[in-house]
Structure formats: C-alpha cells, structure tokens
C-alpha cells in the first residue's frame, strides 16, 4: 500500500461499524435512563399512596369540665326562655294599653259633655213641669237633646240603672238615705244626677238616694230624751 492510500483511508472517518456500535450504546443509556425515572415514579407514587393522615387529638376534658359545659348550656337555653316571656307579656301589654286607649281615650272628653247635657235635660224637664207656651221651642230642645243621646249612644255611653236597684257604691254615689219601710233596704229610692257607663267602665257614678227602714231623725230638731 502506498502512503497516499493510507493519508486517504485516515481521513474518511468512522467506519460504518463504530456508528452502529455508538448508536446501541446511546439507545442502551436511554433505556436505562427511562426505566429509572419509572421505578422513581413508582416509589414516589407508593409512598404517597402509603401515607396516613395524622392522628387528630381529641382534648380530653375532665368530669367536672363537663358538668360545667352542660350547666352553661342550660343556663342559657334558661335565659332565652325568659327572655322570650318577657317580650311575649310586653307585646301583650302594649296591644292591651293600644286597645284601652281606642276604647277608653275619649272618657276624658265625655265627661266635659255630661255636665252640659244635664243642664238641657234639666230645661227640658222644667219645660214640661211648668208648661212653657212655646211649645216648638221645648220639642226643638228635645231633639237635639235625643240626638246627644244618640251620639253617646254610638260612642259606647249609656245611663246608669237606678231607681228600684241595690245600692252599689261602685257606681252610684248615696247623697242621702230616706226612711222607705215598705222599700228593701239598701235600694235606691231616687236619682239626683245620672250616671253613664262608658262600654263597661263607670265613666262618672250616679248621684242617688238609698231607702232605709230605720227612721231618720230631721236635722235642727231634739231629740227626745227618755223620762
């Protein structure tokens, strides 16, 4: 072989068996490679799926805590129910007071009226005793006297029974006792002013007189002494 030939096969480069002889190294390294990476996923995946969650530690509480807790408990489940009545009986008070107040706020007013109704009444009574010659005037007097007894009437007032009734010092008003033996005793005997109830409330007593069967002694005369 001459030196020019060996300069040429030099410089030709690697032979077609030193690259596939590479080329298995490199796909060898490979493998190795992957198969490490999937027995290191597998371990990391076990010992993942391997773990247990930690123990939570319950607190331990004495008897004496327990009791205490449960005392708590219905101290204030207590203090609820109270509360709960106590709003309950001022819901009920205050719907109470609201209707008294619609029922019974014009007792006021009614009786700043009775006073004047009165004196008409006593008009018309004088009219009718002493014959008044005018006669339209009177009856004029006595319609509008019934038509005040028609409002009243609506506003839930109306006259006290009387006469022929027992005495009752809740609403009547005993002015003067008179000697009636063939009367009951305590009953009412006459009627000096009327009075009015308003719904069930007595709006002003009725002045009255009481029967009595005792003899009452006249005022300004001795008294009989015994001999």
């Given at each position: 072989t001459s030196p020019n030939d060996k300069g040429k096969s030099s410089k030709s480069g690697p032979s077609p068996e030193d690259m596939e002889a590479a080329e298995a190294e490199t796909e060898e390294k490979t493998s190795e490679t992957r198969t490490a990476e999937t027995r290191t996923s597998e371990t990391r995946t076990a010992e993942?799926?391997?773990?247990?969650?930690?123990?939570?530690?319950?607190?331990?509480?004495?008897?004496?805590?327990?009791?205490?807790?449960?005392h708590d408990k219905e101290e204030q489940y207590a203090r609820l129910l109270r509360i709960q009545a106590d709003?309950?009986?001022?819901?009920?008070r205050v719907q109470r007071e609201r209707a008294n107040?619609?029922?019974?706020g014009a007792d006021n007013?009614?009786?700043?009226?009775?006073?004047?109704i009165d004196n008409i009444e006593l008009a018309v009574d004088s009219a009718r005793v002493h014959g008044d010659s005018d006669s339209r005037l009177r009856e004029g007097v006595?319609?509008?006297l019934s038509q005040f007894f028609a409002v009243l009437e609506k506003l839930g007032v109306r006259p006290i029974e009387t006469v022929g009734h027992p005495f009752d010092p809740n609403k009547h008003d005993a002015l003067l006792r008179?000697?009636?033996?063939?009367?009951?005793?305590?009953?009412?005997?006459?009627?000096?002013?009327?009075?009015?109830?308003?719904?069930?409330?007595?709006?002003r007593p009725a002045q009255v007189t009481v029967g009595t069967h005792e003899p009452q002694q006249e005022s300004g005369q001795p008294s009989q002494e015994s001999e």
């Open positions: 993942t799926e391997t773990v247990e969650p930690e123990a939570v530690e319950e607190p331990s509480l004495s008897p004496e805590e327990i009791q205490k807790l449960i709003f309950d009986n001022y819901r009920k107040l619609l029922r019974y007013a009614l009786r700043e009226i009775l006073p004047i006595e319609m509008i008179v000697y009636a033996p063939d009367a009951d005793e305590g009953v009412v005997m006459g009627e000096i002013r009327k009075g009015y109830y308003l719904h069930d409330k007595v709006l």
